[in-house]
C-alpha cells in the first residue's frame, strides 16, 4: 500500500534501534537505516531480529547505563560511520 512504508512493525523496530543509538549520543533522522532495518522495512529481517530488537528495547527501558552502553557496542546495532556527520 502507497505511503504505509511508516507504519508497522518495522517503523516500531527501526526506532528501537535509533533509540538505542541516541541514548549513545547518536542521534540519527527517521529515515536512517543501517543493520538488519533495510530487511525489516523488507518484510525479510526474520524472528532472529524480532528477539533482538525485544533486547534492545529492554536494554533502553532498564535502569542500566551499561547494559545499554553494552548492547550499543554490537557491530550489528552500532550506527555505522558514514552514518554518522
Known amino acids: 500500500m502507497p505511503g504505509t512504508e511508516n ?5 516500531i523496530s527501526g526506532n528501537t534501534i535509533r533509540d538505542l543509538a541516541a541514548l549513545n549520543k547518536a542521534e540519527m533522522l527517521p529515515w536512517d537505516e543501517w543493520g538488519q532495518m533495510t530487511a525489516a522495512y523488507a518484510g525479510q529481517a526474520g524472528p532472529g531480529y524480532d528477539v533482538l530488537v525485544d533486547e534492545v528495547a529492554a536494554a533502553c ?6 547494559l545499554v552502553v553494552d548492547l550499543y557496542s554490537r557491530p550489528e546495532l552500532r550506527v555505522p560511520a558514514e552514518l554518522i556527520q
Do not use: N, T
Open 7 to 11: 507504519f508497522g512493525p518495522a517503523e
Open 61 to 66: 527501558a532498564s535502569d542500566s547505563p551499561r
